[in-house]
């Protein structure tokens, strides 16, 4: 089982960014799929959660009607979609699998600034 985030840099506030998130080694279309963000010094928490065939989606109160979770099950990718963001949302952000007691990828930076 693997995850890879990619996408992730430098957004001005206002901006706009979308993460991919390229999975393998399991039956991708059956599962759920998640975005997770640490920020220094802060626990990590749940951004948005997509269910396996996408039509049940969750997203965190702070980023919501701001981040928009994705995904294609032709192409084993899950995606978020970062518009105005702000620079609260400056952070490492993971892809989760729900698969066993759960993979997660490396992570990928996303720093908010102008």
């Known amino acids: 089982v693997q995850v890879v985030e990619s996408g992730g840099g430098l957004v001005q506030p206002g901006g706009s960014l979308r993460l991919s998130c390229a999975a393998s080694g399991f039956t991708f279309r059956r599962y759920a799929m998640s975005w997770y963000r640490q920020a220094p010094g802060k626990e990590r928490e749940v951004v948005a959660r997509?269910?396996?065939?996408?039509?049940?989606?969750y997203t965190t109160d702070s980023v919501k009607g701001r981040f928009t979770i994705s995904r294609d099950n032709a192409k084993n990718t899950v995606f978020l979609q970062m518009n105005s963001p702000k620079p609260e949302d400056t952070a490492v952000y993971y892809c989760h699998a729900p698969i066993g007691s759960g993979f997660w990828g490396q992570g990928t930076q996303v720093t908010v600034s102008s």
């Open positions: 997509i269910g396996s065939v996408g039509d049940d989606t």
